[in-house]
């Protein structure tokens, strides 16, 4: 989908957790997620501090969207 | 009559451990043959002796990929079986990617013969077809009984050095591998014949397929995230509560798109999620682990970005066919630009 969505002209970012995958399918700019079933979320931590790994996920996603890149690149 | 050692490598589900909410469990080792395994034995008529099951998480197994293939590697290496063998994955996307990076390891860093199962979309199959014998598959267990005997009958070949024949001979996927061989007639013979036959519409089969490297050259970056609009996408399948669109929880038809109107934050009680293809619990008890609204209001008051996009779009993406998740991200993409987005930032599970 982030392909699809990057050949229209649309700088796209995929967070997902498994990268060999995202990279298989043709993703150009991937930022790692935390877990299969909670790629933006971390279960288990108070509330503040997941929304806090939150922010800061989605703030290397605005990263890679804002990031001139020549091929397929993982944000980590 | 002397029995070939082989070990197998399952996930939760095959090595009968548990479903979903198993998925995250740290591999384990069963001594002998569990469930498959057993088919394996009885579909060779008993050469091939499963003396090890490795067992592994979904999810773990993808999150931990390589920390998981040194510990198939060692559990291998000390086992010293003939052959190894994984799934089949059919069309579980973790699963694959397991099979086919283990059974690549094995053969290439131990060198000794793997042979795995999977559908042909599965984007395990890239991962491993030029390295390792991976045979083509349904997309569900229900193929079981058919997908293990071409396993074993392509794996008894391989450990008794057999010749080997073509992807269409043995039900491999094609590793892209060119054999010469002898044929009767030349080759400006056979090419006139195949133009012949495609400028009268019959059918041919070609003898060199080209490779499709579909690549998207990257779209160009945001020049200035403060005056961007940013939309959020998942495959997750975060809905309204109620599934109202009814989108599938497997191989989605569709993709719906929802108004984020005001909200600040998603909350069980108002979303959740419809994928099949993993643990719902933690999204259901917050969708913002998938979907995350709540992060994107904080950044987007802090001037990170100019704006989130009202709106956002989702679907399922689990076994879901590569040409209509293709389809949805072309559509996606399309009607965002149309409306003045600036970048996207899809979630996926």
Known sequence: MVKEIERVGLPAVQITTIIPIALTVGANRVVPGIAIPH??????????????????????????????????TVFR | MEQIRTVHYVNQFLGQIGGEDKAGIPPQVIEGPVGVGQLIQ????????????LVCGDNYAAEN?????????????????????????????????????????????????????????????????????????????????????????????LVDRSPVGGPCDEGYIPRGIRKNVLVEQRGSRRAVDMLLKKLRGEPF???LPLPSFDRVPPADAIQDLSKAVIALVTDGGVVPIGNPDRIEAHNASKYCRYFFGDLGDLTGEKFQTVHGGYDPTYVNEDPD???????ARLLESEGAFAKLFDYFYSTVGNVTAVSSAAAFGREIGEALRREGVNGVILTST
């Open chain 1, 39 to 72: 790629p933006t979320g971390k279960p288990g931590t108070e509330h503040e501090e997941e929304v806090h790994i939150r922010r800061a996920l989605l703030n290397k996603a605005l990263v890679a969207l804002s990031t001139t890149i020549a091929g397929q």
């Open chain 2, 42 to 53: 009885s579909v060779s008529a008993g050469r091939l002796d499963v003396v090890a099951t």
């Open chain 2, 65 to 157: 990929l390589e920390q998981t293939e040194q510990w198939v590697l060692e559990q291998v290496r000390q086992r010293e079986p003939a052959l190894f063998l994984a799934g089949p994955a059919f069309a579980s996307g973790r699963h694959g990617a397991a099979c086919g990076t283990f059974s690549r390891a094995v053969q290439k860093k131990l060198g000794i013969p793997a042979l795995t199962g999977m559908h042909p979309a599965n984007p395990g199959v890239e991962l491993a077809r030029k390295d390792v014998y991976i045979l083509e598959t349904g997309a569900s267990a229900r193929d079981m009984q058919r997908a293990v005997s071409q396993i074993v009958a392509l794996a008894l070949k």
């Open chain 2, 205 to 207: 089969i070609t003898e």
């Open chain 2, 289 to 295: 682990r998938v979907l995350p609204l709540d992060a």
